[in-house]
């Protein structure tokens, strides 16, 4: 059918039909932005609440291949928010969470396994993309002014182009990228007070992680409340120390004899590389019972698990593989992590 004879009374109607349907996506878009707004706001009013600490797993996967997010964990106190280790997907997870990436305040960094530094570059990036309008200060060991340099320069274009696009009204330059802070743990394995602002307190502290050093654990203490991030390590005297008494002891795990099965099989099929990475990673971990043990005797009132290594999926294999050997020996609270997963602290 040609146009000249299409009835007017059908022009109107497929007008009509077209304003309609513009319309209705005007609505949708609109009540899109809206509730992503709505929501993001409110979920930054729950976290930087002052009454509570809240602890937020953003990602609990290590090195290995599983279908969880590298190391991260976030903790939000008196109004602060502390990133710990920035692992690979870090970043896009903390926005999946609706976590308030602009308002971040510092970012710890344990060591320099990739796994724990990878996103270190997009944290710093988006949460200054998002809207971050104060100083990032990036806290680590001796070679994380070289770390975040790094990415600095590898970022630099990046910052350009997006003040020179928006301009500086919507991208000040001035909040772009991060400082370093480095620090020197005491080789006694004492705690060194790194970070201290409005009664927040993170100290820093040596970790065993050897030949990987220098390694750190991070201890968080705001209002009697104490949380320690152990960051990789061997079964170690120096968190065993700075846990003692603490209401969360966040570490990093492995079931070695799991591991020297695997490594096992990897000989069996003739992979000699795999099957010495296997063996070598066993060494520099801390295993299930050793973790429990540490728990119990430092009276760790509630251990959670994080960089579990194997990963494993289902309750059959989580049972088997972590609760069951350190409930063993270990008795308080004990809570298996996941992404995403969120522990609320309240305040007196």
Sequence with gaps: MKLSQIHPLQYSILFSLLFTLSCSWDRFVLSRVNESTTVKAEAA???????KITIVLTGTGSPLPSESIQNSTAIFV???FLLFDSGD???????KLNLPVAEINAVFITHFHSDHFADLGEVIDRSWLLG?????TVYGPKGTTDLVNGFLKSY???YYYRTKHHGEVVMPSQWKGAKPNEFYPKSDGSSKIIYEKDGVVVRGFFVNHEPVEPAVGYRVEFKGKSIVISGDTADSKFLKKQSFGVDYLISEV???SM???VEKAYESIANPRLGKIMKDIQLYHIDVTELGNL???AKVKTLVLTHMIPFVKGYVQTKAIYKDPIQKVFHGDLIIGHDGKRIEIPLP
């Excluded at 009013?45 to 009454?51: A, I, R, S």
């Excluded at 997907?89 to 926005?95: K, S, Y």
Aim: no cysteine; glycine share 6%; net charge positive.
């Design 45 to 51: 009013k729950e976290l930087l609440n002052k009454d």
């Design 259 to 261: 591991i020297a099965k």
């Design 156 to 158: 630099q274009s990046e």
């Design 295 to 297: 728990a119990e005797s």
């Design 89 to 95: 997907g870090v970043a896009m997870a903390m926005e």
């Design 78 to 80: 008196n109004g602060q």
């Design 254 to 256: 492995m079931n070695k």
């Design 132 to 136: 971050r309008q104060k100083p990032l």
